[in-house]
């Protein structure tokens, strides 16, 4: 093949070239070291002197055309890629932003929070205690003997013979006394469990804050007086409060504090003096020490505090309903 042939050949192979493999391809069927072009070259050695200087020139030139060519061929594919790439990751500025969606607290986590600064402020420290408990902290230590219904299996979620999950949050009492001299007091939020019917007003895990004044004249007049300013200021000076008497075998007296809720009263917190037996459980002597303490079933305040009239809601995972907090 003389080189104009090769020429036109390699001329229109190049320009047939769709992509930068079909051009990478070409290049070396020319100009590679195996090529035709470079087979020319080399053959030149082996020619007549005249021949030598005329096919070599004309060669020497082809191979700066053709490179030339690749050259410019293979930057326009590089600018096609850039340009492909560039349309498809375009930042557009002027477009409208991502709207970034944000949580926001749960009901009863805020109540909890709005609960504890409360508390806080009246001078109680905050503790937690553990939700699964032994059979002593969560009745033997608070004087609930072992015939007390509240032992059956209707209201604990047994874990074997001793360990269950706890039925409320009184446990934390007992651990507290253990390790603490008086005077103290403190609050112990936390979830609580009850193998129970769920209804409008009653889920089998629920919230309850725990809370506990001891001191040498502690009295019946100071949880009244604390459980009052607590519900007025979380709740609202408007709200309607009943005390009574109600028993717990951990208290002596014993109340209940009631509040209205759609025209009835709804049960939120068991409170009285703390018995005897429990402050001697915690190590305690009563004769030199007195003091009360209650339960609150945070839920139950979330549901008036945010009219609320079911319980369930909280645990249903329905963002229809967390959103509106
Ligand atoms: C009483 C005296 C003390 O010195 C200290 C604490 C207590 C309270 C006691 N430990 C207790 O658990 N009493 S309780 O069974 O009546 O529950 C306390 C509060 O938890 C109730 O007033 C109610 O507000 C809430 N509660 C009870 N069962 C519930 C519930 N909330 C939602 N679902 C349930 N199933």
């Known amino acids: 093949m003389n080189i104009a042939e090769l020429k036109k050949i ?38 007549p002197a005249e021949e030598k200087i005329r096919v070599g020139k004309e060669a020497n ?50 109540l909890r929070k709005e609960a504890e600064d409360i508390f806080g402020s009246l001078g109680f420290e905050i503790i937690e205690g553990p939700e699964v408990e032994t059979e002593y902290y969560n009745f033997d230590a608070l004087n609930i ?26 446990p934390v009492q007992i651990r507290y006394m253990e390790k603490h001299n008086p005077p103290f007091r403190i609050i112990a939020p936390g979830r609580v469990f009850r193998h129970e019917a769920t209804d409008a007003s009653h889920e089998i895990q629920f919230n309850q804050l725990e809370g506990l004044m001891v001191g040498k004249d502690v009295s019946l007049a100071d949880l009244k007086g604390i459980l009052e300013q607590f519900l007025r200021r979380l709740m609202g000076e408007k ?10 075998p951990f208290v002596e007296p014993g109340v209940e504090v009631d509040m209205l809720w759609n025209g009835r009263w709804l049960e939120m917190l068991g409170a009285g003096m703390v018995h005897p037996n429990v402050l001697r459980a915690g190590g305690l002597n ?30 249903s995972g329905d963002l229809r309903f967390l959103r509106q907090f």
């Open 10 to 47: 390699a001329f229109s192979e190049i320009e047939k070239a769709k992509n930068p493999e079909d051009l990478e391809k070409a290049r070396k069927t020319y100009l590679g070291r195996k090529g035709e072009l470079t087979a020319v070259l080399r053959s030149l050695a082996e020619r």
């Open 61 to 110: 030139r082809l191979k700066s055309e053709l490179e030339a060519l690749f050259e410019s061929k293979k930057t326009a594919f590089e600018k096609e890629l850039l340009a492909a790439a560039a349309k498809k990751e375009r930042i557009d500025i002027t477009a409208p932003g991502k709207k970034v969606s944000r949580g926001s607290s749960h009901p009863l986590s805020r």
């Open 145 to 170: 003997p072992a015939e007390h219904p509240a032992r059956e299996m209707w209201d604990t979620f047994w874990l074997g013979k001793k360990f269950l999950m706890r039925t409320h949050t009184s």
């Open 239 to 248: 709200i309607q409060i009943r005390f009574k008497p109600s028993y717990f």
């Open 286 to 315: 009563p004769n030199e020490w007195q003091g009360f303490a209650f339960g609150v079933g945070i839920d139950r305040l979330a549901m008036l505090k945010y009219k609320i009239d079911d319980i369930r809601l909280f645990y």
